[in-house]
């Protein structure tokens, strides 16, 4: 069954260090993989995606994920926080291997970054 | 270019009412999707149109109904309400082509229901 876990409910770093965000999956066929940001009492704003190609994706507000096919991860990164990164981001995937094409998400990652 | 737009922005119904959402989609969109979120949790996939028709479903009871309009507007209806059913309501367009699957979600800022 596709799954995805985003494992730590929430992050915390000091504004100017790197983040990371986890993500893992498990799907039968090859991954589309997603992340969003949803800011508070807002929709959902797409960040970047990995399809195919190069295991590094680059996105939007400086954010970049890198993807392992053999550790079935897309950890989302930013080499130096902002504290208007605080916000709640969310993985997504989508199997490209059978019917069912449903996105499946994350129960989303809370991350506060500290001035 | 106007995005998703979604109306109203909050609402409150007592148990046992009826609730209409509406979406417009981002231009040059014909595919709305609707999703329920509860606090602190991710979106759930409530059901998918497209051509005015309901292409995919999630787990959710037929009191959840929708509907799509020649001009890619859609309602979604939620019957008989019951507390569990409050929750921000996020509706989410895309464009239903060869590339859909690896083409991202554009999504309202969605309608905040809460059921007393």
């Known amino acids: 069954a596709q799954s995805v876990a985003q494992p730590e409910d929430q992050v915390n770093v000091a504004e100017g260090n790197p983040l990371t965000v986890k993500c893992t999956y498990s799907?039968?066929?090859?991954?589309?993989l997603f992340w969003y940001v949803q800011y508070p009492n807002r929709g959902l704003q797409f960040l970047l995606k990995y399809i195919t190609g190069d295991n590094l994706v680059k996105g939007s507000y400086g954010f970049e994920a890198e993807f392992n096919k053999s550790q079935t991860s897309f950890h989302l990164k930013k080499p130096s926080a902002l504290v208007s990164d605080s916000a709640l981001y969310f993985c997504?995937?989508?199997?490209?291997?059978?019917?069912?094409?449903?996105?499946?998400w994350g129960l989303g990652t809370s991350l506060a970054v500290n001035p | 270019d106007a995005g998703v737009t979604q109306s109203p922005t909050h609402l409150i119904k007592t148990r046992g009412q009826q609730v209409t959402l509406r979406c417009s989609p981002k231009?040059?969109?014909?595919?709305v999707s609707w999703y329920q979120q509860a606090l602190g949790q991710g979106p759930q996939f409530i059901f998918q149109y497209y051509e005015e028709e309901e292409r995919q479903r999630g787990n959710f009871p037929d009191r959840f109904s929708g509907h799509q309009f020649p001009n890619y507007s859609s309602e979604l209806n939620v019957n008989a309400l019951l507390l569990g059913d409050s929750a921000l309501y996020l509706c989410a367009s895309s464009s239903l082509g060869q590339s859909s699957y690896n083409s991202p979600l554009h999504f309202g800022n969605g309608t905040r229901l809460t059921v007393t």
């Open positions: 997504a995937v989508r199997d490209t291997a059978g019917n069912n094409r449903k996105l499946i």
């Open positions: 231009s040059g969109h014909d595919t």
């Open positions: 799907v039968s066929g090859n991954p589309y």
